[in-house]
């Protein structure tokens, strides 16, 4: 069994009263034709103890998402709307937003070797949150880091804690991040694609350390990914996202069970060995050719680019003439599924 499927029912006997909720979440920003969205109007919700995936390819806002719910956008970026986490964070001043960040809401960045302090022991690295937000002493913080390094498999006896980022492996390294995200126990942990710079193998591991710390400690996720295969094995609900927009959302076995729109239709179909998947499920590909790696035709538009009706027209096969022309509003599909589609399957 899938432990996020045990950290689901775990979570189902507990308070579904959500820990965090979006509204209207927009991010724009200054452009030589004027201000433009380059997230536009997001909103959703994440209880207590669930895991949500928010799936889509690079450039559609998904890190974007992530900053802003953390308070770390650019300096020429604005986030206007509501991120609901107690009080709203968009409101809160910087002081008390580093009272969260790291202690009630932690990252986990793509990239360990950009996330980590390259001049810094790990060790230190790692105890430098603790001693911030739980006012521990310098002894009694390298002593819970050990713990922590412990846990994610980096054992002191034979990781010295004095080790330097570029004396681990791109595993070892993202290991580190992880326990730095942890150290404090967090209530939301948001992992922006924790694998990519990883092989297979590791890539596993990761998200199996991952998944397991987040049910011990009864943690929320948000687990930002672009593969559809990841979300479908480690998340409750999920978010579809393209160009800034969600176009399509539900219980993650819902949406797999009815790809309704062609964004996420085309991101299935794109998954290795998917024909055979689509076979079994009934499924037609309008971008699969036999014998070939299914792709969707295009790119995903510049937040400069983006069209001013459905940003996924240039490449969508159902595209019709009201697709250019008008923005599409989310229609429920099912219990909790829906998707932001004219033409929808």
Excluded at 164 to 172: A, F, R, T
Excluded at 329 to 341: D, M, P
Aim: one cysteine or more; a negative charge; aromatic letters at 6%.
């Amino acid at each position: 069994m899938n432990i996020f499927t045990t950290c689901k029912k775990f979570a189902s006997s507990h308070s579904i009263l959500n820990l965090l909720t979006v509204n209207n979440l927009t991010v724009s920003t200054e452009h030589q034709s004027g201000s433009i969205n380059i997230l536009d109007n997001l909103n959703f919700n994440l209880e207590r103890g669930k895991s949500l995936g928010v799936v889509g390819e690079s450039g559609c806002g998904k890190s974007m998402m992530a900053l802003a719910i953390m308070g770390l956008l650019p300096d020429n970026m604005t986030a206007s709307g509501e991120v609901l986490f107690g009080s709203n964070l968009l409101s809160l001043p910087e002081k008390e937003l580093c009272q969260i960040r790291g202690n009630k809401i932690s990252m986990v960045f793509q990239e360990p070797m950009s996330a980590l302090n390259p001049v810094l022991p790990i060790g230190f690295q790692v105890a430098e949150s603790l001693r911030l937000h739980k006012n521990l002493s310098r002894h009694q913080a390298q002593q819970q880091a050990s713990k922590v390094l412990d846990r994610v498999g980096l054992p002191s006896q034979k990781y010295s804690h004095s080790l330097y980022p570029h004396q681990l492996s791109g595993g070892q390294r993202q290991r580190v991040v992880i326990a730095i995200a942890m150290a404090c126990s967090p209530e939301l942990i948001i992992a922006d694609e924790p694998t990519t710079a990883l092989d297979v193998t590791i890539q596993a591991q990761i998200l199996a350390l991952i998944a397991e710390l987040v049910f011990e400690e009864n943690m929320s996720l948000i687990l930002i990914t672009h593969d559809l295969g990841v979300v479908a094995e480690n998340t409750d609900e999920m978010l579809v996202m393209y160009a800034g927009r969600i176009v399509e959302r539900g219980p993650t076995k819902n949406v797999f069970k009815n790809l309704a729109h062609p964004y996420t239709r085309g991101l299935f179909a794109s998954i290795p060995d998917s024909e055979k998947v689509n076979s079994e499920q009934g499924l037609q590909s309008e971008y699969s050719q036999t014998n070939r790696l299914s792709t969707i035709p295009g790119r995903v538009p510049e937040f400069w680019e983006r069209s001013k009706g459905c940003s996924f027209a240039d490449r969508c096969p159902r595209v019709q003439p009201q697709c250019s022309s008008q923005v599409p509003e989310e229609i429920q599909l099912g219990t909790a599924h829906s998707t932001a589609c004219f033409f929808h399957y």
